[in-house]
């Protein structure tokens, strides 16, 4: 009982720390910039006072990019978490086997005009889905074990990448212009359709895996144990799925593909968590402060200009892919 208990403690105070070094990124992106504006007056500006530039500043450009941050990497990061564990793999993220690139090749076919009209939140999510269900397809009676579910995952975000190319080689400039924050990963001037559209499916996809939970840890021992403890395989495996396509899907239309978010946020959440654990809620909080984190190191590290929040985490989270391909040993999450 004294064991269950520490466990537990640990855990509140893993999400307590994440929670904090978010509220200290989200505030350092709305205080550091161009236009230094000091805490206070970032209290003064969110309670409706302040002077007329520091609303602008913080009400029109930084506050919606730090919104959108703390969304896109929440659920980038949620669903990373679901796919590692149902894949019983760490390399098992959208970003690595293609779902991303899907999702962006089929949200700018809707901005370039591609012969399609949809809206990219419904076209991004689109492209994740049928990413996934091709995969799965390919994969096998594997389903999402095994490395020939990424290696297929890996082939289709290939060719999804290089379809996007062939679409913004083709299209008038202006038109390129618009569709290439989707094939870097930005947060610059999103979509608040797209942002409120990715707020609400963040919220069913994070209650549907806190439901999931339980289910989901029996997943990180061999099929035969997990059967055993009475959990639904297929039907498990299909909803985590599911719902790791739909926060995917719906963060790319609002970022793009921003990779590595989904690879490092549910690392650092089982490093700080206790060993056993799916870390769900600590791999949101981890995300969102990565995300943010990242958005604001490209904005102040060559300020006046500005690297896309994808380039900073693809920078970041490259060194640790290396290190996770070069050592086999620490792939497998069983």
Not at 39 to 65: K, M, S, W, Y
Not at 121 to 133: D, E, K, N, R, V
Request: hydrophobic share 55%; with cysteine; proline share 5%.
């Amino acid at each position: 009982m004294k064991t269950f208990a520490m466990t537990r403690q640990r855990n509140l105070y893993a999400n307590l720390a994440l929670t904090l070094a978010l509220v200290i990124a989200a505030t350092a992106s709305l205080a550091l910039g161009t236009v230094a504006i000091p805490p206070g007056a970032i209290i003064d500006v969110l309670a409706g006072g302040g002077d007329t530039i520091h609303q602008f500043v913080i009400r029109e450009l930084r506050l919606p990019r730090v919104l959108a941050g703390v969304l896109t990497g929440a659920a980038f990061a949620l669903a990373g978490c679901m796919m590692q564990t149902i894949a019983r793999n760490r390399l098992a993220t959208p970003g690595i086997i293609g779902i991303d690139n899907a999702a962006t090749a089929f949200a700018v076919a809707s901005v370039v005009g591609a012969g399609l009209s949809i809206a990219p939140s419904a076209m991004a999510l689109s492209g994740a889905a049928a990413a996934t269900a091709l995969a799965f397809g390919l994969a096998g009676a594997n389903g999402t074990r095994g490395y020939r579910f990424i290696i297929a995952g890996l082939g289709i975000g290939a060719i999804a990448g290089a379809i996007t190319q062939v679409m913004l080689s083709r299209v008038a400039i202006d038109a390129a212009n618009a569709a290439f924050p989707w094939t870097v990963g930005s947060l610059n001037a999103r979509s608040q359709d797209a942002v409120q559209i990715l707020a609400i499916g963040l919220v069913i996809g994070y209650g549907l895996a806190i439901a999931l939970g339980p289910a989901l840890k029996t997943l990180q021992f061999s099929d035969p144990v997990a059967i055993n403890l009475g959990t639904r395989l297929k039907r498990i495996r299909t909803l985590s799925l599911a719902c790791a396509v739909l926060l995917t899907g719906l963060a790319v239309s609002v970022a793009g593909p921003v990779g590595m978010v989904a690879l490092l946020a549910p690392e650092l959440a089982r490093a700080l968590s206790r060993p056993g654990k799916v870390p769900l809620t600590a791999s949101a909080l981890a995300g969102a402060a990565f995300m943010v984190t990242a958005d604001l190191a490209g904005r102040l590290v060559l300020s006046p200009l500005e690297l896309p929040v994808g380039l900073v985490t693809a920078i970041a989270g490259s060194p640790y892919l290396i290190w996770i391909l070069v050592k086999p040993s620490s792939r497998s999450l069983s």
